[in-house]
T-cell receptor, first 116, second 114 residues
Framework: AQKITQTQPGMFVQEKEAVTLDCTYD???????LFWYKQPSSGEMIFLIY??????QNATEGRYSLNFQKARKSANLVISASQLGDSAMYFC?????????????FGTGTRLKVLA | NAGVTQTPKFRILKIGQSMTLQCAQD?????MYWYRQDPGMGLKLIYY???????DKGEVPNGYNVSRSTTEDFPLRLELAAPSQTSVYFC?????????????FGSGTRLTVV
């Protein structure tokens, strides 16, 4: 069965420092996609970054990068130069293997608090 | 461009009541999804649709029903509300058939069943 695991319920980081949020996944499929979403206290879900299983380069989007280690089945989110506005819940998600449906499974999330 | 619109934002239901959570998107997306988020948990899929007239169950469908008569609308129906359905409900849609597309989420509906 496919599974996403986020082992850090909460993290603190000092403003302007980098932080890594962990995500490991379990799948037997060769083709899959990994996503990170941000959920601020206001509650909406914001798409941050995507990594395909066949992508050789780690994905980057501005201050966000995804440290993809396929053999270890990990897809950690790295936020560089943290800002106070980065304080939020962060969810890792994986696109399920079932073709044509694009269902995602989500981890339980990591709550990040950026300290001034 | 409004994206995905969910109504209502908040609702309190009594046990045994029914209600419909509305979801509409104006992006002409074929794929639409309903998730629920319980406190401290990730999102769990309730129902999904790959196009008008086509729906299927997700991981936690019991106590819910959906319909998809148009591309734009994907309402979620709660019959005989129970306290276990207290949750935040998210509707999402997805463009295209390529793997890289992320979901566009609505702002959520916070439902309390008392």
């Amino acid at each position: 069965a496919q599974k996403i695991t986020q082992t850090q319920p909460g993290m603190f980081v000092q403003e302007k420092e980098a932080v890594t949020l962990d995500c490991t996944y379990d799948t037997s499929d060769q083709s899959y996609g990994l996503f990170w979403y941000k959920q601020p206290s206001s509650g909406e879900m914001i798409f941050l970054i995507y990594q395909g299983s066949y992508d050789e380069q780690n994905a980057t989007e501005g201050r966000y990068s995804l440290n993809f280690q396929k053999a270890r089945k990990s897809a950690n989110l790295v936020i560089s130069a943290s800002q106070l506005g980065d304080s939020a819940m962060y969810f890792c998600a994986m696109r399920e293997a079932t073709s044509g449906t694009y269902k995602y499974i989500f981890g339980t999330g990591t709550r990040l608090k950026v300290l001034a | 461009n409004a994206g995905v619109t969910q109504t209502p934002k908040f609702r309190i239901l009594k046990i045994g009541q029914s209600m419909t959570l509305q979801c509409a998107q104006d992006m002409n997306h074929n794929y639409m999804y309903w998730y629920r988020q319980d406190p401290g948990m990730g999102l769990k899929l309730i129902y999904y649709s790959v196009g008008a007239g086509i729906t299927d169950k997700g991981e936690v469908p019991n106590g819910y029903n959906v319909s998809r008569s148009t591309t734009e609308d994907f309402p979620l129906r709660l019959e005989l509300a129970a306290p276990s359905q207290t949750s935040v409900y998210f509707c999402a849609s997805r463009a295209g058939t390529g793997g890289a597309y992320g979901y566009t989420f609505g702002s959520g509906t916070r439902l309390t069943v008392v």
